[in-house]
């Protein structure tokens, strides 16, 4: 069974930075990609960017393209997002997920998710 376990959330203020980790377990196969998402209240869950398992390959959503990275730990096993600049509307629940390559940024493409970590930006 897949699991998916996010943390590093919390607030932050404008213009700072913020490093998520999602733990990612139980894997059956070594192809697949994990994605980074966020759901804002009254908002629909969006993709923020996604890695491959194979070669690292990266996928960003383009308006974040920039100020977020998505990167692998040298385990594999740890998928980090770090947030640069981060602006008021990036306030969301983060969510990590898993799901078959190819990647992309559409949630209903992703089998697993974790239970999400609450980021806030405000001074």
């Known amino acids: 069974q897949v699991q998916l376990v996010e943390s590093g959330g919390g607030l932050v203020q404008p213009g700072g930075s913020l490093r998520l980790s999602c733990e990612a377990s139980?894997?059956?196969?070594?192809?697949?990609?994990i994605g980074w998402f966020r759901q804002a209240p009254g908002m629909e869950r969006e993709g923020v960017a996604s890695?491959?398992?194979?070669?690292?390959?990266?996928y960003y959503a383009g308006s974040l393209k920039g100020r977020f990275t998505i990167s692998r730990g040298s385990a594999k096993n740890t998928i980090y997002l770090q947030m640069n600049s981060v602006k008021p509307e990036d306030t969301a629940v983060y969510y990590c997920?898993?799901?078959?390559?190819?990647?992309?940024?559409?949630?209903?493409?992703?089998?697993?998710w974790g239970q999400g970590t609450q980021v806030t930006v405000s001074s």
């Open positions: 890695i491959s398992s194979t070669d690292g390959r990266r």
């Open positions: 997920a898993a799901g078959s390559l190819p990647l992309g940024l559409i949630p209903g493409d992703y089998d697993y």
């Open positions: 139980g894997f059956t196969s070594d192809y697949y990609a």
